[in-house]
T-cell receptor, first 116, second 116 residues
Framework: GAVVSQHPSWVICKSGTSVKIECRSL??????MFWYRQFPKQSLMLMAT?????????EQGVEKDKFLINHASLTLSTLTVTSAHPEDSSFYIC????????????FGPGTRLLVL | AQSVTQLGSHVSVSEGALVLLRCNYS??????LFWYVQYPNQGLQLLLK??????LVKGINGFEAEFKKSETSFHLTKPSAHMSDAAEYFC??????????????FGAGTRLAVHP
């Protein structure tokens, strides 16, 4: 099946710094990608839809100035957590759907962020 | 609005025993339903999906799920557990009208342990 990668797989940073997470579709193009956040023992929560060539669409309650999303190409979307704080510590997961009669979402392995 | 409830955050079975992971959904429209599996340090992998065709859906690795509208359930089963089935399992729902396959709402997940 299709492969989606994320980099880095984990990151530790100091409070107030910004962190960039990359999501790549390795063997297919994706005009749309999705960013999820997962708290311990909780559901994956959709944060935003990343759209190639246009602005991201954020879910209700997600601060767009806090979580900057850029869909630079058909295989790359980035999520930047700006001025990170300890409450931003979480597991961030991206996904990308393949095209076709029935789309299927492929998920990246996730990035664990710890803000000290 | 859609929601998903997975009963049991942890399920433990013996190798060779029946696997039953429960999922109940809430949806104001006929939903699309999914089961994903996540192995350690890997992305979510689609096991199977229901998209208004046959109510009994067969997936990969011997798993199947049955859509029961009267019970608003989509439980995942496998007749005989294998050690390699140990993983985290997520049930998800999407709104085929507004979200299609892409905008997924996840349950909290069930961690399946398989012991010899």
């Amino acid at each position: 099946g299709a492969v989606v990668s994320q980099h880095p797989s984990w990151v530790i940073c100091k409070s107030g710094t910004s962190v960039k997470i990359e999501c790549r579709s390795l063997d297919f193009q994706a005009t749309t990608m999705f960013w999820y956040r997962q708290f311990p023992k909780q559901s994956l929560m959709l944060m935003a839809t990343s759209n190639e060539g246009s602005k991201a669409t954020y879910e209700q309650g997600v601060e767009k100035d806090k979580f900057l999303i850029n869909h630079a190409s058909l295989t790359l979307s980035t999520l930047t957590v700006t001025s990170a704080h300890p409450e931003d510590s979480s597991f961030y997961i991206c996904s990308a759907p393949t095209r076709g009669a029935e789309e299927t979402q492929y998920f990246g392995p996730g990035t664990r962020l710890l803000v000290l | 609005a859609q929601s998903v409830t997975q009963l049991g955050s942890h399920v433990s079975v013996s190798e060779g025993a029946l696997v039953l992971l429960r999922c109940n959904y809430s949806s104001s429209v006929p939903p699309y339903l999914f089961w994903y599996v996540q192995y350690p340090n890997q992305g979510l992998q689609l096991l199977l999906k229901y998209t208004s065709a046959a109510t009994l859906v067969k997936g990969i690795n011997g798993f199947e799920a049955e859509f029961k509208k009267s019970e608003t359930s989509f439980h995942l089963t496998k007749p005989s557990a294998h050690m390699s089935d140990a993983a985290e399992y997520f049930c998800a729902v999407s709104d085929p009208v507004s979200g299609g396959y892409n905008k997924l709402i996840f349950g909290a997940g069930t961690r399946l342990a398989v012991h010899p």
